[in-house]
Structures are given as C-alpha cells and as structure tokens.
C-alpha cells in the first residue's frame, strides 16, 4: 500500500508562514486609492465653480491637478497650441483675446478668482480658439486635460456634473462677449461715420 506524501505545513510565525499570509492579504485587499498632491485638494474645496460637489469627487479631481501661477504679462496659451488644460483660476485676473483683421487684441472676456479657463481640451483636435494673458499676476489649479477626460469616462457622475456647471458658465460666457463684441463694433462704425463726414466737410469748404 503505498502512502501519499502531504506538503509540510510552515509553522506558525515561520518566515514562509508570514510570506503565505503577505500574500494573501495582498490578493484581497483592494488598492488604495490615488493621494493628491498637498494643498491642491483644499483649494478645489475652496473654488466657487466646484460648490457643493461630494467630497470623493473632489479628490479623484485633485489627483489630476496642479498649483501654478503667472506673472503680469504672461502668455498662457496662443491660437494653435495643444491645449492640454483646464484652469480653475484661484486669484488674479486673466485676460481672453483674439485677433482683429488689423492686428490689434480684443479682449473678450476677463476672468477673475473662482472661474475656470479655456474649455477647447475637451474636444479634438484638442487646440486652443483663443489666447490668453496674465493681466496681473494669477495662480491657479491646472487640471491635466488627458487625465481629466479619462476621469469622466470612468466616473460618468463626476463628468455630467463638471459639464453641467461647465455648460451654464459658458453659455453666459458667449453671451457677454456677443454684447462686447456688438459694442465695439458699433463705437468703429461711428468713429468711421465721423471720419467719413469730417473728410466731405473738408472737400466742401
């Protein structure tokens, strides 16, 4: 009759019992989940545009977001650069610009603490419509625009709440630059009427 040979049994508190038992606590708990960086996820709290947003949502958007700042005169981004971020801006001014066909800035809009600022990372091909400038010196939370599109598709909740906050904003957005942009084109067409009576006059007399 031939006897079976059954694998020894580690003792108890053996190096090989406790790599049994690593290994088995490592196979059954779940992965902790991301840290963000210090003070990134105080100051999305803090932001007006993020109001009233659960609190685990906050923290999955502060693992894909940076603190930076600009100095007066700085450019943030220009027409035609990958854009890549979202900005939650935290304090100072930005000025939105865009170009006139003779070659000054216009500026059609200017955003201050609790606004968020540019929104072309959200659709391909991923670049920017407008420029924008540090009017005086500005900080802000830089979402990282890849990672932050990757965060809505695996939290759908998160993602149609930052749009339905985006969309309402944006929305009151077009409308104001609509009126500036109504407004300066009305003041040029009666600078240029003046003109145009001011040269008759002078032919006149």
């Given at each position: 009759?031939t006897s079976r040979r059954h694998p020894a049994r580690a003792e ?65 981004f220009k027409v035609g650069d990958p854009a890549d971020h979202c900005y ?118």
């Amino acid at each position: 009759m031939t006897s079976r040979r059954h694998p020894a049994r580690a003792e108890p508190g053996s190096a090989r019992d406790q790599t049994r038992r690593s290994r088995k606590t490592s196979m059954s708990r779940p992965a902790p989940p991301p840290v963000p960086p210090p003070n990134v996820r105080e100051m999305l709290g803090r932001h007006e545009f993020l109001a009233g947003i659960e609190p685990a949502h906050l923290d999955l958007l502060a693992t894909v977001g940076d603190l930076v700042e600009w100095q007066a005169g700085d450019l943030i981004f220009k027409v035609g650069d990958p854009a890549d971020h979202c900005y939650l801006l935290t304090s100072g001014h930005v000025a939105i610009t865009v170009h006139s066909p003779g070659g000054a800035d216009i500026v059609v809009a200017s955003l201050g603490a609790g606004s968020w600022l540019g929104w072309s990372w959200l659709y391909p091909p991923f670049s920017w419509h407008f420029d924008a400038h540090a009017i005086e010196h500005s900080t802000a939370i830089a979402l990282r625009g890849p990672e932050l599109r990757q965060l809505f598709s695996d939290h759908p909740d998160i993602g149609l709440e930052f749009m339905r906050r985006f969309a309402h904003t944006a929305v009151q957005r077009l409308a104001a630059a609509r009126m500036q942009l109504l407004d300066l084109y009305s003041t040029r067409t009666a600078s240029v009427d003046t003109e145009d009576s001011e040269s008759s006059d002078d032919h006149q007399a």
